[in-house]
């Protein structure tokens, strides 16, 4: 019998004893690092929005996630997340003995593990420390590190941590993230049925993720609710209504792109800034884009697109038809606020999906007659008037190039010549041929010296300035032509208003702008390209109801087509052209093929904003004269001619 008692004292003294030999190898073996817990920086979500909040785009690179303070966290989801998976959480030390013995008992009856017994604080080192192998001494691992997080965190931090790390299924980590995803809504926005959806997810998120087994994950969600019943957390009441609630899921996509060129442009931008973890910094970037202007400039440009795809298929004759190429052809719209530069809305390319080069911001065309309003802008400066006469003839240029004489003689569009023209007559018509001569007798290098002002670049030093033969970005145009939009001041192109991470602010836009003449020379030039609209080459860009001033650019055998202009309030340049700079279609003008895209634009603008300003508002100083029966406008520096203005003494003169 002695020898069976010390027999039966060792074995148990052994038992005893074992744990304890075991956790101190484990101790003594392993290097226990819970920094990355206790100093917890998930990769977070960087978030996409409009100038009115709407969310644009979500970026990340391997884990979706936004980050919740536990002040954010709805105490109902904290009280559910208990119910269901760890209701001693505030009472133990981070391992519950009891749960543990009777998950072992369950598993020794099932011959296999059937039960886990892990804590919040296991999960949360298992999630974020440890493998999913199912080994004892993984378990260990486990329930040293657990100790451990429970001595350096409190009960709330671990909490927070939890509910941020773990996966809820559909690319979601973190419960605010599947809040957001599931069902478009903050946390403070869950209903109870909502909230025991998504804690009942932990245990096994693939399995009851709503977007794919909808009635297995109303199951858990229901068996969560009856828990908090149980434990008298909820009433009756709220039972029984929880239960039969069916709330609906969203099945979106995890970047939510509404927006992709926007995205890119972002994308460049703050890299240009510095930001080096973008992707992974949860950075919330608001930018300037209206949501539902871009909307109306990606459906415009395709619909124009469309249309000039009909009409060269339908001018083509049936034996041409093969060797027509239209998959070439392409578009890109800009449009901003000329006051602050705020861009509303930016496409470049008619089709994302096909093709996501930005020719908006990154392409370099030719801007042939939509460069001329600079030309006649400084003509204006320079005590020029719409009334001033301007030839209309042809005639030959020699100049030298490597030493061999050659000869330029221009023509007009239309191949016919007026002899005069009035100023304002020759830039609604877009005739090359006054211009060149206008800019001959400014004299070209008093042109150039002038255009220092628009901060224009790369100009050639010749007369094929006046035809536009510089090549510009739609983005660069749009800068140069708010001078026109703005009363006289050009402003820089502005995409993202402010950059913010947690609370901090840590990038703010400011507005560039500078001055390129008076108030009464810009609204002189925007009376003349207001007549472009109205009677000239530009009347296909015309809306019933709204004022639009702007000026067509068609380049040398049709390779390029621009529409620019603006609105009283919004400013928008439309280009067209074949990605390989060959002509389009010989009917494919700028008139003919941006004018529209720019139309129902902006027919999309007054159905969208009715409110917006219909009419330029003409600034002091400028003067109003009916000439021969038409209305001209005039200021102090572009002088009404003298010989009129005295011997028409019953000319109106309106101030």
């Not at 009856?226 to 069916?246: C, F, P, Q, V």
């Not at 000026?551 to 067209?576: C, H, L, Q, R």
């Not at 969208?608 to 102090?636: A, C, H, M, W």
């Amino acid at each position: 019998m002695r020898i069976i008692r010390n027999i039966f004292f060792t074995l148990f003294l052994a038992g005893v004893l074992a744990p304890f030999v075991v956790v101190g190898y484990f101790l003594k073996e392993y290097s226990y690092d819970i920094s990355s817990i206790i100093e917890y920086h998930p990769p977070l979500t960087t978030r996409i929005y409009d100038k009115n909040g709407e969310k644009i785009a979500n970026l990340f690179e391997d884990e979706h996630r936004y980050y919740a303070r536990f002040d954010e966290i709805p105490p109902r989801a904290i009280e559910a997340l208990l119910a269901i998976e760890d209701t001693t959480f505030f009472e133990h030390t981070g391992i519950n003995f009891d749960a543990i013995f009777r998950a072992i008992i369950k598993d020794i009856q099932a011959g296999k593990m059937v039960e886990g017994a892990s804590t919040i604080t296991q999960q949360l080192v298992k999630n974020r420390l440890l493998t999913r192998e199912k080994k004892i001494s993984r378990k260990i691992k486990e329930l040293i590190y657990a100790f451990k997080v429970e001595l350096s965190l409190s009960k709330e931090e671990i909490l927070e941590r939890y509910l941020n790390e773990i996966y809820f299924g559909h690319g979601y980590y973190g419960i605010k993230t599947a809040a957001d995803g599931y069902f478009r809504k903050s946390l403070n926005q869950l209903t109870l049925k909502e909230t025991a959806l998504l804690v009942g997810l932990a245990k096994a998120p693939s399995t009851y993720a709503p977007t794919k087994n909808y009635d297995i994950s109303m199951g858990r969600a229901n068996r969560v609710i009856s828990r908090m019943h149980a434990l008298g957390w909820i009433d009756d009441d709220t039972h029984t209504a929880s239960l039969l609630e069916k709330p609906e899921v969203f099945d979106d996509t995890l970047t939510q792109n509404s927006a992709p060129f926007i995205v890119d442009e972002v994308q460049r931008r703050v890299a240009d800034i510095g930001i080096t973890d973008f992707k992974t910094g949860g950075y919330e970037v608001y930018t300037t884009v209206d949501l539902k202007l871009q909307e109306a400039a990606e459906v415009s440009l395709k619909k124009a697109y469309d249309l000039s795809v009909a009409r060269i298929k339908a001018n083509t004759s049936s034996k041409d038809k093969q060797t027509v190429k239209t998959e070439l052809l392409n578009g890109a719209l800009i449009s901003l606020n000329p006051k602050n530069g705020e861009i509303l809305a930016l496409v470049g390319s008619v089709d994302y999906k096909k093709n996501s080069y930005n020719r908006a911001t990154q392409g370099r065309r030719q801007p042939g007659s939509a460069f001329k309003p600079f030309i006649y802008q400084v003509a204006l400066d320079l005590g020029y008037s719409g009334v001033t006469e301007l030839y209309d003839i042809a005639r030959t240029y020699t100049y030298y190039k490597d030493g061999e004489e050659q000869k330029w003689q221009p023509k007009n569009y239309e191949k016919s010549y007026k002899g005069l023209l009035t100023l304002r007559e020759a830039l609604v018509h877009s005739s090359n041929l006054a211009t060149i001569n206008l800019v001959n007798d400014i004299g070209l290098p008093q042109l150039l010296k002038e255009f220092k002002k628009f901060g224009i670049k790369n100009l050639p030093p010749d007369l094929s300035i006046a035809l536009g033969s510089i090549t510009l970005s739609p983005l660069q145009l749009a800068q140069y032509y708010s001078s026109f939009a703005n009363n006289g001041v050009q402003v820089e192109p502005i995409l993202i208003k402010n950059i913010d991470k947690g609370l901090t602010t840590i990038f703010e836009s400011k507005l560039k702008s500078q001055y390129i003449t008076d108030p009464a020379q810009a609204y002189i030039m925007t009376t003349i390209l207001r007549d472009v609209v109205d009677r000239g080459t530009g009347r296909n860009a015309a809306v019933k109801g709204i004022e639009l001033a702007g000026k067509t650019g068609t380049t040398n055998k049709n390779m390029d087509g621009w529409f620019a202009g603006y609105s009283p309030s919004i400013e928008t340049i439309v280009w067209f052209g074949n990605d390989d700079n060959t002509p389009m279609d010989r009917i494919e003008t700028g008139g003919r093929i941006a004018g529209p895209a720019f139309s129902m634009y902006y027919e999309k603008v007054l159905e969208l904003y009715p409110q917006v300003p219909r009419k330029f508002e003409k600034p002091d100083g400028i003067k109003e004269i009916t000439i021969n029966g038409k209305r001209e406008y005039f200021s102090d520096t572009s002088k009404p001619p003298r010989v009129d203005a005295e011997t028409n003494t019953n000319e109106t003169l309106l101030f």
